[in-house]
């Protein structure tokens, strides 16, 4: 699948985050879940993204969380520690699956933060298992967004809260770059803020609230490209000069999309 083979020559990745921790602190013994989010928070709006869904999601310390697609598990550790909640991510890559188990056993949070691998849009988990689903800059990868959608109020309680960010696509994004986003991003049926407005509200979801973050994100990606760069070392002893080269052009692509105001990032939630 592309998108398994996407994340499996990312930038960011286990042996990074840790790398960087030990470069850090000159050692990764020890560690607590504060030690790795300056390194773990792979989306965008660091911590203070995360916070922002956690609000709309309603989470407290009692909430049982759900967190679509966790990547490496960041924001599921965050909110496990701050918070006080319970939270499964549930990840399709085996090895960001692995790696959110390992980072999370070595800060010591496997009682509050747990990991199954599963398809998105076929979750593995009873009707109303949870309080509330987050997710982070991951339905752009599934073409199926109703099923997720769908899926993510299956297993919401009555009154349970999903948060989400996302890409989306503006009036100037083309066919063209459409195409190459899904080639080179696994970016595969971009909404429109109101199309995911639309959308959620069709699979059942109640008090829909959609906020544009184009302009916040701007700047937010300009820097992550800065740091993408500043990590070529890594990349390179890892996964070769072709790949970092090849990465390097594809998200100054995407960046020059955001900045041309052809894409940009949405926050949204509803009510099941």
Same mark, same amino acid.
């Given at each position: 699948?592309?998108?398994?083979?996407?994340?499996?020559?990312?930038?960011?990745?286990?042996?990074?985050?840790?790398?960087?921790?030990?470069?850090?602190?000159?050692?990764?013994?020890?560690?607590?879940?504060?030690?790795?989010?300056?390194?773990?928070?792979?989306?965008?709006?660091?911590?203070?993204?995360?916070?922002?869904?956690?609000?709309?999601?309603?989470?407290?310390?009692?909430?049982?969380?759900?967190?679509?697609?966790?990547?490496?598990?960041?924001?599921?550790?965050?909110?496990?520690?701050?918070?006080?909640?319970?939270?499964?991510?549930?990840?399709?890559?085996?090895?960001?699956?692995?790696?959110?188990?390992?980072?999370?056993?070595?800060?010591?949070?496997?009682?509050?933060?747990?990991?199954?691998?599963?398809?998105?849009?076929?979750?593995?988990?009873?009707?109303?298992?949870?309080?509330?689903?987050?997710?982070?800059?991951?339905?752009?990868?599934?073409?199926?967004?109703?099923?997720?959608?769908?899926?993510?109020?299956?297993?919401?309680?009555?009154?349970?809260?999903?948060?989400?960010?996302?890409?989306?696509?503006?009036?100037?994004?083309?066919? %063209? #770059?459409?195409?190459? +986003?899904? !080639?080179?991003?696994? /970016?595969?049926?971009?909404?429109? &803020?109101?199309? =995911? @407005? $639309? *959308?959620?509200?069709?699979?059942?979801?109640?008090? %829909? #609230?959609?906020?544009? +973050?184009? !302009?916040?994100?701007? /700047?937010?990606?300009?820097?992550? &490209?800065?740091? =993408? @760069? $500043? *990590?070529?070392?890594?990349?390179?002893?890892?996964?070769? #000069?072709?790949?970092?080269?090849?990465?390097?052009?594809?998200?100054?692509?995407?960046?020059? &999309?955001?900045?041309?105001?052809? *894409?940009?990032?949405?926050?949204?939630?509803?009510?099941?």
């Amino acid at each position: 699948m592309r998108i398994i083979d996407f994340y499996d020559r990312h930038p960011i990745s286990e042996g990074q985050v840790l790398d960087a921790v030990r470069r850090a602190r000159g050692s990764a013994d020890a560690l607590t879940a504060d030690d790795l989010y300056p390194f773990d928070q792979d989306h965008y709006g660091g911590l203070g993204a995360v916070d922002a869904l956690a609000r709309r999601a309603g989470i407290t310390a009692a909430s049982r969380v759900l967190d679509i697609c966790a990547g490496l598990g960041g924001p599921a550790r965050f909110l496990a520690s701050r918070r006080g909640c319970r939270v499964v991510g549930v990840e399709l890559n085996p090895g960001r699956a692995a790696g959110m188990e390992r980072l999370t056993r070595r800060v010591g949070l496997r009682h509050a933060v747990s990991v199954v691998r599963g398809d998105a849009t076929a979750l593995p988990f009873g009707a109303g298992r949870f309080d509330a689903c987050v997710s982070q800059e991951a339905l752009l990868h599934v073409a199926d967004k109703a099923a997720v959608l769908t899926e993510a109020r299956r297993v919401l309680v009555a009154g349970g809260r999903l948060a989400f960010s996302d890409w989306i696509a503006h009036p100037g994004l083309g066919d %063209v #770059e459409r195409a190459r +986003l899904e !080639d080179w991003m696994a /970016a595969v049926t971009l909404q429109s &803020l109101d199309g =995911y @407005r $639309a *959308l959620l509200g069709r699979v059942g979801f109640r008090g %829909v #609230e959609a906020e544009d +973050l184009t !302009d916040e994100w701007r /700047a937010i990606l300009r820097e992550r &490209l800065t740091m =993408y @760069r $500043a *990590l070529r070392e890594d990349t390179v002893r890892r996964l070769g #000069e072709a790949r970092y080269r090849e990465y390097d052009a594809l998200y100054a692509f995407f960046v020059g &999309l955001v900045e041309a105001g052809k *894409l940009g990032g949405g926050r949204f939630s509803g009510t099941r």
